[in-house]
C-alpha cells in the first residue's frame, strides 16, 4: 500500500512538473527569443517519442479487441456505429465553424506581406492529395511498413486483418493473443519512462512558439484566435455535453476531469496522439468494454477530427476575408466536405491541419494558397484547442457507443467518476487483462483491490 502510494505521487509530481515546465518556457521564449527558438527540438523530440509508440499501441489495442470477440458481426457493428456517429458530428462541428466564422468575419483589413506569401506557398507544397491516393494510401507496402512508417490508418488496416484471422483460429489462437498481450504490457511500459521526459519537452515546445512568435504577431490574429477557441468550447460543452448526457446519462465536467492529465499532456505538445495510449487505458479502466475502445478510439484518432473540422472552416473564410476574395456560400459548403474528407487520417499531429487547410485550398482555390501564411504564426496555439476538442470528441464517442452496443459498464462508470474507483497510474503497468473490462469480474475485483 504505502508503495502504490509512493508511486502516486511521483507521478502527481511529474504533471506539476509540467505546468511549471510551460510557465518557464512562455517566460524564457518572452526573454531571450533566440535562445528559445533554438529549443525547438527539445519538443519535437518529446512529440517523437510518444508517435514512436502510436503504432505497437493501436496494433495490439485492436488485434486483442477484435480477436477476442467471438462474433465478427459484433465488430462490424461497432465499428459501423462509430463511423456513422463520426460523421454526423463532423457535419454538425462543419456547420457550426461556418455559422461562427460568418458571424465573425475574421481577417478584414489584413495585407499579405511576401515574407507571409512565402510561408503559404510552402506548406501548400506538395499537400494537396486525390481521394484515389489517400484511399491507396491506406495499404501499406508491406505488414511491417505499416509501423515502420507510423501511419495510423495503415496500422488500423494491418491490425484488424490480423484480429479477424485470430477469432477466425478460435482456440488455436490463444496462446498468439496472450503473446500480443504480453507485448502490450511492454509498450505501456515503455510509455510509462517515456512519460518522464514531459517537463524537458514541453518546456522546450513552449518556449520556441513564444520566441517565434513574441506578442506582437498574435495581437492582429487575435479574433480569429478567441472565436476558434469559443467555438470549441460551445462545440464541446453544449453539443457533445448535451448528447453525452441525454444517451448515457454521464456528466460531461466529470468526464473531462478524469481525464484532466490527459488534456494537459495535449496541451504541452499540442498533439491528441500524445494521449491516444492514455485514454485508451482509462477508457477500459471506466468501464467500456474491451472491443468498443479498441475499435473505437484509435478509429476516432483518424476519422472523429471534430477540432479540425472548426479550424478548417474557419481558417478557410479567414484567409479569404485576409485576401479580399470572401466564399461564396455554395463555395464555402464544396470547399469544406473536400476538406473533411481529406483530413481524414491527420491524427491531429502538430501540423497536419495546416498542410490540409493549404492542401484544401490548392485544389479548390489556388489563388488563396497564398493565405495560408498568415494562419502560421497561431497555427500553434490554434493546434492546441484543435488537439484538446479532437481528444474530448473521442472520448464522448466512446462512452456514447459502449452505450449504444451495451458494452458499458454503467454502475462501474459512477464510481470512476465520483471517485470511488480512482485511476492509478501503475495501471498503465499491468497486465491488459486489468485494465477494468467489464465482461472480466477478476479485472474489477483487481481494481478493488489496488484500491485497498
Known amino acids: 500500500m504505502g508503495v502504490a502510494a509512493a508511486k502516486r505521487d511521483?507521478?502527481?509530481?511529474?504533471?506539476?512538473?509540467?505546468?511549471?515546465?510551460?510557465?518557464?518556457?512562455?517566460?524564457?521564449?518572452?526573454?531571450?527569443?533566440?535562445?528559445?527558438?533554438?529549443?525547438?527540438?527539445?519538443?519535437?523530440?518529446?512529440?517523437?517519442?510518444?508517435?514512436?509508440?502510436?503504432?505497437?499501441?493501436?496494433?495490439?489495442?485492436i488485434v486483442l479487441g477484435v480477436g477476442s470477440v467471438r462474433k465478427a458481426a459484433k465488430v462490424g457493428a461497432v465499428g459501423g456505429l462509430a463511423l456513422g456517429y463520426f460523421l454526423v458530428m463532423s457535419t454538425v462541428?462543419?456547420?457550426?465553424?461556418?455559422?461562427?466564422?460568418?458571424?465573425?468575419?475574421?481577417?478584414?483589413?489584413?495585407?499579405?506581406?511576401?515574407?507571409?506569401?512565402?510561408?503559404?506557398?510552402?506548406?501548400?507544397?506538395?499537400?494537396?492529395e486525390s481521394t484515389t491516393d489517400f484511399l491507396l494510401g491506406i495499404i501499406p507496402t508491406t505488414i511491417v511498413s505499416a509501423f515502420t512508417e507510423g501511419e495510423v490508418l495503415q496500422t488500423l488496416l494491418v491490425a484488424l486483418l490480423a484480429g479477424f484471422a485470430l477469432q477466425a483460429m478460435g482456440s488455436a489462437g490463444e496462446p498468439v493473443l496472450r503473446g500480443i498481450g504480453h507485448i502490450q504490457r511492454l509498450v505501456f511500459r515503455i510509455l510509462a519512462m517515456i512519460m518522464w521526459a514531459a517537463p524537458v519537452g514541453a518546456f522546450g515546445a513552449m518556449a520556441a512558439v513564444v520566441g517565434e512568435t513574441g506578442v506582437d504577431a498574435l495581437k492582429s490574429l487575435a479574433i480569429i484566435m478567441i472565436g476558434f477557441y469559443l467555438t470549441c468550447a460551445i462545440f464541446v460543452f453544449v453539443v457533445l455535453g448535451a448528447i453525452l448526457r441525454l444517451v448515457a446519462g454521464v456528466n460531461l465536467i466529470a468526464l473531462l476531469k478524469y481525464l484532466g492529465r490527459e488534456f494537459l499532456l495535449i496541451l504541452s505538445t499540442s498533439s491528441s496522439e500524445s494521449a491516444l495510449p492514455r485514454l485508451i487505458a482509462k477508457m477500459e479502466h471506466l468501464g467500456v468494454s474491451k472491443p468498443v475502445v479498441g475499435i473505437t478510439v484509435p478509429t476516432g484518432y483518424s476519422f472523429n477530427l471534430d477540432g479540425t473540422a472548426i479550424y478548417l472552416t474557419m481558417s478557410s473564410l479567414f484567409i479569404a476575408n485576409a485576401l479580399g476574395d470572401p466564399l461564396s456560400a455554395s463555395e464555402q459548403i464544396s470547399l469544406l466536405l473536400f476538406m473533411i474528407?481529406?483530413?481524414?487520417?491527420?491524427?491531429?499531429?502538430?501540423?497536419?491541419?495546416?498542410?490540409?487547410?493549404?492542401?484544401?485550398?490548392?485544389?479548390?482555390?489556388?489563388?488563396?494558397?497564398?493565405?495560408?501564411?498568415?494562419?502560421?504564426g497561431i497555427d500553434r496555439f490554434m493546434s492546441e484547442a484543435r488537439a484538446m476538442t479532437n481528444f474530448a470528441g473521442n472520448a464522448v464517442a466512446t462512452v456514447l457507443v459502449g452505450t449504444w452496443t451495451k458494452e458499458i459498464d454503467k454502475e462501474r462508470v459512477d464510481k470512476v467518476l465520483s471517485g470511488a474507483l480512482p485511476w492509478n497510474e501503475q495501471m498503465l503497468n499491468q497486465d491488459a487483462d486489468a485494465h477494468g473490462v467489464p465482461e472480466q469480474r477478476d479485472g474489477d475485483e483487481q481494481h478493488a483491490m489496488a484500491k485497498a
Open 10 to 61: 511521483r507521478t502527481h509530481y511529474l504533471y506539476l512538473a509540467v505546468i511549471a515546465a510551460v510557465g518557464l518556457g512562455i517566460l524564457v521564449g518572452f526573454a531571450a527569443p533566440g535562445v528559445a527558438v533554438e529549443l525547438k527540438p527539445i519538443g519535437t523530440g518529446f512529440v517523437n517519442l510518444i508517435k514512436m509508440m502510436i503504432s505497437p499501441i493501436i496494433f495490439c489495442t
Open 93 to 128: 462541428a462543419l456547420a457550426i465553424g461556418l455559422l461562427v466564422g460568418n458571424l465573425l468575419e475574421p481577417g478584414q483589413g489584413l495585407h499579405l506581406t511576401e515574407a507571409v506569401r512565402a510561408a503559404g506557398e510552402k506548406q501548400a507544397a506538395g499537400a494537396s
Open 341 to 376: 474528407v481529406a483530413s481524414k487520417g491527420a491524427a491531429g499531429v502538430t501540423g497536419a491541419g495546416l498542410a490540409t487547410l493549404a492542401g484544401g485550398l490548392q485544389s479548390h482555390r489556388p489563388e488563396l494558397v497564398d493565405g495560408v501564411g498568415l494562419i502560421v
